[in-house]
């Protein structure tokens, strides 16, 4: 090579790229590892103190031939260092570490596509302005095309790209100047002929118009014509479609027309079953009050046959005389308690019957010897006493408690609260002293809307019917769909039993 192109002063500012060839140890690591190098000043080998940082390179992904950004160092007075150490890191670990002294480095290449064959492993290249440099055993095993046979291929190539046009003789300039002057000649007697044209044109141009407006409409005829045809077979297909269609639909109406006729005749028979419908509900209704009545009588036997009193000296409460504490049973009589648990067990079967609200807890009233089931329990013996003689505190216990939810499910049966869970008798005084009547109940019509309609209609007639209506209790809520069963039919009943 001449020495002319080879870098006179090869110093870390005249460097430009550092890349790397064939790194094996990079294939130890993942490769979305980073790797990055540093350049030291190497000022004394054996002090590694003395070593200052001149440069540190982006990081990079792991590849065995990493190539770098071009290095960048400022002018800070270090422009003339020739020796430095270059370390290279994988994810800030250490794997190569080398000193290169730039004098000692041969050129390689002025481009890599002179290279012919592979690098050896581990190999670092640096370049410079003139060219690659690498150390000398490197270049000593490369094999490298020679750069003028380059330059040669370039040359070709700029001129097979840019070819060298031949010189027209003046002979064929003459030519070509004596057929512009015939065309120009050509040009104007063209001109001259179509002014005469145009001269003659002037007094026959409302015939020239005339002669364009008929070929317009003419075509315009031709264009409808066109149309009206193609809309006269569109409408003869469709005749034709509407033809096939209405055969099948003949007896389909003749269809239609029974099941009008069937309907008329089911709208009367409905009319005449709703009218039917309206004596069964105002009998019903009758019916429900006297059930009511009947249920608040026998009730109030039943508060005849159990009364629930209070006693003069203590505050105790007493079923048919015999007194029931809250709590602490064992300071009275076992035999005492365990008959007027027998009462309130008959209390609440007779109360069930009537009111028909199954209990929670079934009760078998046998007296003092009454006891109540648990249906649910996983025990052997699901029956427990409502007496304490020769049985075990704690099942009786359970067996209070048990009757107790019973009353509790009673009184909310009737929309009535507790006053507490261990007030056994005052839970019934409340009971009876509040009446069996609910709050509110409801008998809701859910049937055809057009019975809704007839019952709108009854309810609309005279003033005598609506004030019947409510000396009987019934009151139409909503037009027709609910009836409420009040406290006034009730009396109306009991006076009339």
């Known amino acids: 090579m001449k020495p002319s192109l080879i870098d006179p002063l090869k110093t870390i500012s005249t460097l430009n790229l550092f890349l790397g060839r064939n790194l094996l140890k990079t294939k130890e690591y993942q490769l979305n590892s980073l790797l990055h190098f540093t350049i030291h000043e190497n000022l004394n080998e054996e002090n590694q103190s003395n070593q200052n940082l001149v440069y540190i390179s982006e990081k990079i992904l792991n590849s065995p031939n990493p190539v770098w950004a071009p290095i960048w160092i400022p002018s800070n007075g270090k422009q003339a260092i020739k020796k430095v150490k270059f370390t290279v890191y994988c994810n800030e670990i250490e794997i190569y570490s080398q000193t290169i002294d730039f004098e000692s480095l041969e050129l390689l290449c002025f481009s890599f596509r002179q290279i012919k064959s592979e690098f050896p492993t581990d190999t670092f290249v640096f370049k410079f302005k003139k060219g690659f440099y690498t150390s000398s055993n490197v270049v000593k095993n490369m094999q490298i095309k020679p750069e003028y046979k380059l330059r040669k291929k370039r040359i070709n190539r700029i001129s097979q790209s840019n070819p060298i046009h031949k010189t027209q003789s003046i002979d064929q300039l003459l030519n070509v100047f004596k057929g512009i002057r015939y065309l120009e000649r050509i040009k104007s007697d063209n001109q001259s002929s179509v002014d005469e044209i145009g001269k003659k044109m002037e007094g026959k141009q409302e015939i020239v118009e005339k002669i364009q407006e008929f070929?317009?409409?003419?075509?315009?005829?031709?264009?409808?014509?066109?149309?009206?045809?193609?809309?006269?077979?569109?409408?003869?297909?469709?005749?034709?479609?509407?033809?096939?269609?209405?055969?099948?639909?003949?007896?389909?109406?003749?269809?239609?027309?029974?099941?009008?006729?069937?309907?008329?005749?089911?709208?009367?028979?409905?009319?005449?079953?709703?009218?039917?419908?309206?004596?069964?509900?105002?009998?019903?209704?009758?019916?429900?009050?006297?059930?009511?009545?009947?249920?608040?009588?026998?009730?109030?036997?039943?508060?005849?046959i159990f009364p629930i009193k209070e006693q003069k000296d203590s505050r105790i409460l007493t079923i048919s005389g015999i007194p029931l504490p809250i709590t602490d049973f064992e300071k009275y009589d076992p035999e005492m308690i365990a008959s007027a648990f027998g009462y309130v067990a008959h209390l609440l079967n007779m109360l069930s019957k009537y009111l028909e609200t199954p209990l929670r807890y079934p009760v078998n009233p046998r007296g003092s010897r009454s006891t109540i089931r648990d249906e649910v329990t996983n025990l052997n013996n699901p029956e427990f006493p409502l007496y304490l003689k020769n049985v075990q505190n704690e099942r009786f216990q359970v067996a209070v408690l048990m009757i107790n939810k019973n009353i509790q499910q009673i009184l909310n049966s009737r929309h009535l609260n507790i006053i507490s869970k261990k007030h056994t008798l005052a839970n019934l005084l409340t009971f009876f002293n509040a009446g069996t009547q609910p709050k509110r109940k409801t008998i809701s019509i859910k049937n055809n809307s057009k019975i809704n309609t007839s019952i709108q209609n009854t309810n609309k007639p005279k003033q005598k019917n609506q004030k019947k209506k409510e000396k009987s209790g019934l009151i139409n809520e909503k037009g027709g769909n609910s009836l409420l069963i009040n406290e006034k039919r009730l009396s109306l009943n009991q006076q009339k039993d």
Request: glycine share 0%; hydrophobic share 30%; charged share 50%.
């Open 215 to 304: 070929y317009e409409k003419r075509t315009r005829l031709k264009k409808l014509r066109a149309i009206l045809e193609f809309k006269r077979k569109v409408v003869s297909e469709k005749r034709q479609e509407l033809k096939k269609r209405k055969d099948p639909l003949i007896p389909k109406t003749r269809k239609l027309v029974e099941n009008i006729q069937e309907l008329k005749e089911r709208k009367n028979e409905l009319q005449n079953q709703e009218k039917e419908m309206e004596h069964v509900w105002k009998k019903r209704n009758r019916i429900m009050a006297c059930i009511v009545a009947r249920k608040e009588n026998m009730l109030r036997d039943l508060r005849m």
